[in-house]
């Protein structure tokens, strides 16, 4: 690469310019390749001259730019009377075509102004919006005036009340700081939320395996009984027991992924344990898969609610919130009367709620608990959650499936206590 040294600077700036301009103007003449050329403002050639005009008004005064505004004015008066002039004559009102020429006379300054990553970023965005038209078409039919809502919900969430909030403790009693429980909250949501819209926007059909992979970020204990009720209904058969045993699979990926975020010293603890785990719940998953695969594609509407109910309702946080108030209590309580001893015992009889909370309580300590005690912790917690899942599968299913459902809860629960086993020896 040494040759790019011999290569003047100024040479390197007006060959990107070029190229980009050109690119951009070959994708408007293959976007508009059925219209008839007297309609359009230009296309190839045209977007190349504008990129070039730019060039050469920009360095003609590279301090003030007095010329390459005038330029810019300029350009902009003639496409406004080409805009209205397609008007009168098809009565075609879109303006994507006018703004990219305006947004490619902007390319000079972005070569001798940016970095290279935001130039090349500035070029990829244009050429992949303009070609996504028909995908956003078809994006805006699948979403409902709630998603925006949703959206806005989030980004409230995370970009402004989270900010505003104290990191000092609430109190001397409740050892959590409004900063770090909103925080929890907006994790938490946030990974669900990416569950919710990968299964209503990227896979609105996916058959019931697919459902338990997507279920199980967003909640394995909901998606469990779902499935275990729908299996009963008689809609997907002995499959469902595939699709549960990846939801609990998927569970692990999850906890994982929050512990990484929030303590990177527990989750290269658990990293093993739980990827060992996972692994055993997908061999578990695809022994049933294989048994019956015909079974795979089939869908379930009702179960879709698994991982398509919306992760942001005010009462799902409030709950969260509060359920992670009273574990930060609990925890801190147990903990200053029972040691670390009482903390894993805990740990069983929490399992049989909405573990999130605790963990993330637990992941978030500053000090008072051992890793290892915070580690072994969450493996009880997620024992006694899946023995919970067990319970709730074998009763809501149907007898058909009750065996196999034992069988692979049983041998998922042992995997889980030799884990924790291990981490009591060390």
């Known amino acids: 690469m040494e040759i790019l040294n011999y290569i003047p600077d100024e040479f ?12 951009i103007g070959l994708e408007q003449r293959r976007h508009h390749i059925n219209e008839k050329d007297d309609l359009l403002f230009g296309t190839d050639r045209t977007f190349t001259f504008i990129g070039l005009l730019a060039y050469v008004l920009f360095i003609a005064d590279p301090v003030n730019y007095i010329p390459f505004l005038i330029g810019f004015v300029l350009i902009g008066v003639l496409l406004g009377i080409q805009y209205f002039h397609k008007i009168g004559q098809n009565g075609k009102y879109g303006l994507t075509s006018t703004i990219l020429a305006l947004l490619t006379y902007c390319i000079p300054i972005m070569v001798f102004t940016q970095p290279v990553w935001l130039m090349l970023s ?3 965005a244009l050429l992949t919006i303009t070609e996504l038209k028909s995908d956003f078409i078809s994006l805006s039919k699948k979403a409902s005036e709630e998603e925006f809502i949703t959206l ?12 505003l909030l104290p990191e000092e403790n609430i109190s001397s009693q409740v050892p959590i700081s409004p900063y770090h429980l909103w925080l929890a909250i907006v994790v938490v949501s946030g990974i669900s939320y990416a569950s919710y819209l990968l299964k209503k926007f990227v896979f609105p059909d996916s058959g019931i395996f697919l459902t338990g992979v997507l279920g199980g970020i967003y909640s394995s204990t909901a998606t469990t009984v779902i499935l275990a009720r729908q299996e009963k209904k008689g809609l997907a058969g002995s499959a469902t027991v595939s699709a549960i045993m990846i939801a609990n699979g998927m569970m692990y990926l999850r906890i994982l992924i929050l512990a990484f975020i929030f303590n990177t010293p527990i989750a290269v603890q658990l990293s093993i344990p739980f990827i060992a785990m996972f692994v055993v719940s997908y061999l578990l998953s695809r022994f049933f898969s294989g048994r019956n695969a015909v079974n795979l594609s089939e869908t379930t509407p009702e179960a879709d609610q698994a991982s398509g109910k919306n992760p942001l309702e005010f009462r799902t946080a409030a709950i969260f919130g509060i359920l992670f108030v009273v574990f930060a209590v609990v925890t801190d ?10 903390v894993t015992q805990l740990a069983f009889v929490v399992g049989v709620t909405d573990i999130d909370p605790f963990l993330l309580n637990l992941l978030q300590q500053k000090a008072g608990i051992g890793q290892t005690t915070i580690a072994i912790a969450i493996l009880n917690a997620t024992n006694s959650n899946n023995l919970l899942k067990m319970i709730y599968a074998i009763s809501l299913g149907s007898k058909n499936i009750r065996r196999n459902l034992i069988l692979n809860f049983s041998i ?14 060390l």
């Open 122 to 124: 500035f070029i990829v």
């Open 333 to 342: 309580f147990v903990l200053k009367k029972y040691g670390s001893a009482g």
């Open 12 to 23: 390197v700036k007006f060959f990107l310019v070029l190229i980009f301009s050109l690119l």
């Open 152 to 163: 806005a919900k989030f980004i409230a969430f995370a970009g402004i009340i989270l900010p």
């Open 412 to 425: 998922l629960i042992a995997a889980g206590l030799f884990m924790s086993l291990i981490f009591y020896l």
